[in-house]
């Protein structure tokens, strides 16, 4: 009975040729990720522009701190709406496509935001934002990246989607400190208008000649001829790339087999390792805190008594370069051994958190609870940014073969957004109940994400994607 309903293909993992050996980054290949990347930037803007703007919005417009969450946690409604879509618009119009479309929603919202007089008009820009980022956080630019980029390279180009969100997350945390919250929306609205309306036309032109759609897209719908074009021209003019284009036309050719890109087929028993990875990655990832951080950063260092304005900038400035040693180190430590160390890291600081703000509620060294905060802040900013920031999306830009991965994509993004929600808009009323047993929640369940890489994630360094998904998924003989 089982052989009926889980028929296996033709593929045997350990005959598996050594396709997509190394290579160097090519010229196209960088242009490439970085048209990709410009997404990321996006991302990041509306991810580190609440809390810099938290006491001028509720100045300006008269707003209550349960008004405020609602409109720092809207953020990720609009993302579950986006990730739903974005697995059938990537399918549809290619990745590219999903790319730019997503772009009319963020110029929306940002215009919305920066003319906004009430806090209706606040509320659906942050929509609009969440939804052009639920677009593009997964289907779009890391799946595009991990297929454009060969094996020996795909975990450091792929990791470059978290530094160019981090980055994009320091100038709007800088910028905010000294600029008022309509300003900080207006130059992300100018920065949209010059990639969005001005730029494209001299972009489109790179674009159509230099920049090229993912090899395994073209696959996917049948394009045998433009997957060998797009693929010489990723890899070089001068490399053999028979092997590798064999390969995939091979896999996606076997994957569509058996299963057509249906949500419900993401349930068989073949898929069930790469949905608990998935999906248990994006919880804890989430249940962990971050976007707490994230999204009331300010608040957090003004109940500790520090300044928000030194705390939000420290923060920032440290997590870059963690963000650059998580790229130099993927290809090189490993997924799994990098997720690790992180989440250890993160349960520490989030205990170290706890405590300082116990100690405060308890009238013991509270001189010291600020700097104690301020460490155990920047302590798990870094580590967060060292694994357990990126390397989950790249994990899941690894995981899900072709034929599912619009779809596993989205429900991932789905449940990533969802869980978003939900730390971030419970923040508030968690930290009236006790900001000590908020924070020593959040590293509990960090402990509980070590043990959850230790025994669930598989180590996907220096391996074809093919292979990956075949040996997971259970594409054997």
């Avoid at 049948?222 to 590798?244: F, N």
């Amino acid at each position: 009975m089982e052989e009926e309903l889980l028929p296996r293909s033709t593929i045997d993992v350990e005959d598996i040729p050594p396709s997509g050996a190394s290579s160097s980054a090519t010229s196209v290949l960088v242009l490439s990720t970085m048209v990709a990347l410009c997404g990321s930037m996006c991302t990041g803007c509306a991810s580190g522009y609440s809390s810099p703007s938290e006491y001028g919005i509720m100045e300006d417009l008269g707003l209550s701190m349960s008004a405020y969450s609602v409109f720092g946690s809207i953020l990720t409604i609009g993302g579950v709406i986006g990730g739903l879509i974005s697995g059938k618009l990537a399918d549809l119009i290619g990745r590219k496509g999903a790319l730019w479309f997503s772009e009319l929603f963020n110029f929306a919202g940002w215009l919305a935001i920066a003319f906004a007089k009430n806090a209706w008009w606040l509320d659906l820009g942050r929509l609009s934002v969440g939804i052009g980022i639920g677009i593009i956080c997964y289907v779009v630019i890391p799946v595009y990246i991990a297929e454009i980029a060969p094996k020996n390279l795909r975990g450091q180009f792929t990791s470059a989607n978290q530094l160019m969100s981090c980055f994009a997350i320091s100038v709007m945390y800088f910028a905010g400190n000294v600029l008022t919250w309509r300003t900080l929306a207006l130059i992300v609205l100018f920065k949209l208008i010059l990639f969005s309306c001005v730029i494209p036309s001299l972009l489109q032109v790179v674009r159509l000649f230099f920049v090229p759609e993912s090899p395994r897209c073209l696959a996917k719908i049948g394009k045998e001829e433009e997957l060998v074009a797009a693929l010489q021209r990723l890899r070089g003019k001068d490399a053999d790339i028979s092997q590798e284009a064999a390969d995939i036309k091979e896999y996606t050719e076997t994957f569509q087999q058996h299963s057509k890109s249906r949500i419900l087929d993401l349930f068989q028993r073949r898929y069930v390792h790469s949905l608990i990875v998935g999906l248990g990655l994006m919880f804890l990832q989430q249940v962990g805190g971050v976007s707490t951080i994230g999204f009331y950063a300010s608040s957090i260092f003004v109940e500790a008594g520090f300044s928000s304005s030194i705390g939000t900038i420290s923060m920032t400035l440290s997590q870059i370069p963690a963000t650059a040693v998580s790229i130099i180190l993927t290809d090189k430590s490993g997924r799994r051994l990098l997720l690790m160390v992180s989440a250890v890291e993160m349960c520490l600081s989030s205990f170290l958190v706890g405590l300082a703000f116990l100690f405060q509620d308890l009238s013991w060294w509270k001189e010291i609870t600020p700097i104690v905060v301020l460490i155990g802040i920047l302590g798990y900013g870094v580590a967060y940014s060292l694994g357990m920031s990126g390397l989950p999306w790249v994990i899941m830009s690894e995981l899900f073969p072709i034929n599912v991965k619009g779809t596993g994509g989205s429900l991932v993004t789905l449940v990533y957004w969802s869980c978003s929600w939900i730390i971030s808009y419970t923040f508030i009323f968690m930290n009236e109940w006790s900001t000590a047993g908020t924070f020593f929640i959040y590293s509990s369940i960090c402990g509980l994400t070590v043990l959850f890489v230790a025994k669930v994630i598989p180590e996907t360094k220096g391996r074809a994607l093919e292979e990956i998904q075949a040996s997971i998924n259970h594409f054997s003989n």
